[in-house]
């Protein structure tokens, strides 16, 4: 059964050209996709994800192996902290209370799948316990940046008849504002418990952590009359790997290795249009604004 093989180059360091693809087992004509940047082309069963990496070699060059139908996903779940924005909230959060090393440090832990999430988010909250609601707008105003592409993959998908999700484990005062800006249609997260204009330390629970995004990705293909090999999610962290195996698309975005090893398709070098790149879509296609 012939796959397409998606290359996908990083344009600041490297312009992908015919001589890129003559050592490819390609079995018909390539197709561009973006000048110098993005290509497909169809190879053979027996070409996997080694003999790829193996053939471009350090090249800073993303890529994914593909059925060719059903490309163009109908359902976009995607993380939130480092995957659509460039930080962690939480981490940047902590800056205003003086504790970001020691809170950044276990959100590596729990993200590269160290420590149990829910435990973990625990264990940050309650160390930020008395830090003014104020901090919460100003960590979003001053620290919060959407990462490149975000907004171009969301509304672009959209457009096509795609349903948008930010599913987090973060929090629901920066997913609201975050859904806001990128485009998607709903976002779900954690919430703090604030007291008297103060962070109390918790966390309301139940918490959203990675049972919950599965379940979510689940529950949407369900009401949307979809199946999974419909829906395309993104993440970087441990918590996001369930989702990531269930979906027809998974993509560790600039991931924890732990995640970019267990996903079928990881992004390591470009933005999130490199998503839209892998669904087929053209540079004529996108939506910039």
Same mark, same amino acid.
């Given at each position: 059964?012939?796959?397409?093989?998606?290359?996908?180059?990083?344009?600041? !360091?490297?312009?992908?050209?015919?001589?890129?693809?003559?050592?490819?087992? #390609?079995?018909?004509?390539?197709?561009?996709?973006s000048p110098n940047r993005a290509v497909e082309l169809p190879v053979?069963? +027996?070409?996997?994800?080694?003999?790829?990496?193996?053939?471009?070699?350090?090249?800073?060059?993303?890529?994914?192996?593909?059925?060719? +139908?059903? !490309? !163009?996903?109908?359902?976009?779940?995607?993380?939130?902290?480092?995957?659509?924005?460039?930080?962690?909230?939480?981490?940047?959060? #902590?800056?205003?209370?003086?504790?970001?090393?020691?809170?950044?440090?276990?959100?590596?832990?729990?993200?590269?799948?160290?420590?149990?999430?829910?435990? #973990?988010? !625990?264990?940050?909250?309650?160390?930020?316990?008395?830090?003014?609601?104020? /901090?919460?707008?100003?960590?979003?105003?001053?620290?919060?940046?959407?990462?490149?592409?975000?907004?171009?993959?969301?509304?672009?998908?959209?457009?096509?008849?795609?349903?948008?999700?930010?599913?987090?484990?973060g929090f629901t005062y920066f997913t609201s504002r975050v859904r806001?800006?990128?485009?998607?249609?709903?976002?779900?997260?954690?919430?703090?418990?604030?007291?008297?204009?103060?962070?109390?330390?918790?966390?309301? +629970?139940?918490?959203?952590?990675?049972?919950?995004?599965?379940?979510?990705?689940?529950?949407?293909?369900? +009401?949307?009359?979809?199946?999974?090999?419909?829906?395309?999610?993104?993440?970087?962290?441990?918590?996001?790997?369930?989702?990531?195996?269930?979906?027809?698309?998974?993509?560790?975005?600039? /991931?924890?290795?732990?995640?970019? &090893? &267990?996903?079928?398709?990881?992004?390591?070098?470009?933005?999130?249009?490199?998503?839209?790149?892998?669904?087929?879509?053209?540079?004529?296609?996108?939506?910039?604004?």
């Amino acid at each position: 059964m012939t796959q397409i093989l998606v290359l996908v180059a990083d344009p600041t !360091r490297h312009a992908l050209s015919p001589a890129d693809l003559a050592s490819l087992p #390609a079995t018909g004509p390539a197709v561009w996709l973006s000048p110098n940047r993005a290509v497909e082309l169809p190879v053979g069963p +027996e070409v996997s994800p080694s003999i790829v990496r193996g053939i471009l070699g350090a090249a800073p060059v993303d890529y994914a192996l593909l059925s060719p +139908e059903g !490309r !163009r996903k109908r359902l976009l779940l995607a993380d939130m902290d480092s995957t659509i924005i460039t930080v962690e909230c939480l981490d940047e959060l #902590a800056d205003f209370a003086g504790m970001k090393p020691q809170v950044a440090a276990i959100t590596e832990r729990a993200m590269r799948g160290e420590l149990d999430f829910q435990a #973990a988010l !625990r264990e940050r909250v309650a160390m930020l316990a008395g830090l003014e609601e104020t /901090a919460l707008s100003r960590t979003y105003a001053e620290r919060v940046t959407l990462t490149p592409g975000a907004r171009t993959l969301v509304m672009t998908m959209r457009r096509s008849g795609a349903y948008a999700a930010l599913v987090s484990g973060g929090f629901t005062y920066f997913t609201s504002r975050v859904r806001e800006a990128a485009g998607f249609d709903i976002d779900l997260a954690n919430r703090f418990v604030i007291d008297a204009g103060k962070l109390s330390g918790r966390v309301q +629970e139940p918490i959203l952590d990675s049972a919950v995004k599965l379940s979510t990705l689940e529950r949407l293909v369900k +009401e949307r009359g979809l199946v999974e090999k419909e829906a395309l999610a993104v993440g970087d962290g441990a918590n996001d790997l369930p989702m990531l195996q269930a979906a027809g698309l998974g993509v560790a975005f600039h /991931a924890k290795p732990q995640v970019a &090893a &267990a996903a079928r398709v990881r992004v390591e070098h470009g933005d999130l249009t490199t998503l839209l790149y892998f669904q087929g879509y053209r540079d004529s296609e996108f939506i910039t604004d």
